[in-house]
């Protein structure tokens, strides 16, 4: 099954539809240009500094806090 109901693009954070105008496209992704901010730190992300783990937006201080630094936790917690 498509991802898409019948026209109209949506985020991949909020999973609301997504108009032209406040689109931004990322990864093959949809998102609303407001949606486009870290999760952590919600600073407003540019296509060029942000970075994505399981469709989870994070700045690229962040990704490496909260996904590099996880992986390796989970491995010494087990
Ligand atoms: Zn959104
Ligand atoms: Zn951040």
Same mark, same amino acid.
């Given at each position: 099954m498509p991802m898409k109901f019948g026209g109209g693009d949506k985020?991949?954070?909020c999973e609301k539809t997504v108009y032209p105008q406040e689109k931004q496209e990322a990864g093959g992704k949809n998102f609303h240009k407001n949606c486009f901010k870290c999760t952590n730190c %919600?600073?407003?992300? %540019?296509? $060029? $500094?942000?970075?994505q783990a399981h469709g989870i937006l994070y700045c690229k201080k962040h990704f490496q806090e909260q996904v590099t630094a996880k992986n390796t936790q989970s491995e010494v917690a087990y």
């Amino acid at each position: 099954m498509p991802m898409k109901f019948g026209g109209g693009d949506k985020c991949a954070s909020c999973e609301k539809t997504v108009y032209p105008q406040e689109k931004q496209e990322a990864g093959g992704k949809n998102f609303h240009k407001n949606c486009f901010k870290c999760t952590n730190c %919600k600073m407003a992300l %540019k296509l $060029n $500094n942000y970075a994505q783990a399981h469709g989870i937006l994070y700045c690229k201080k962040h990704f490496q806090e909260q996904v590099t630094a996880k992986n390796t936790q989970s491995e010494v917690a087990y």
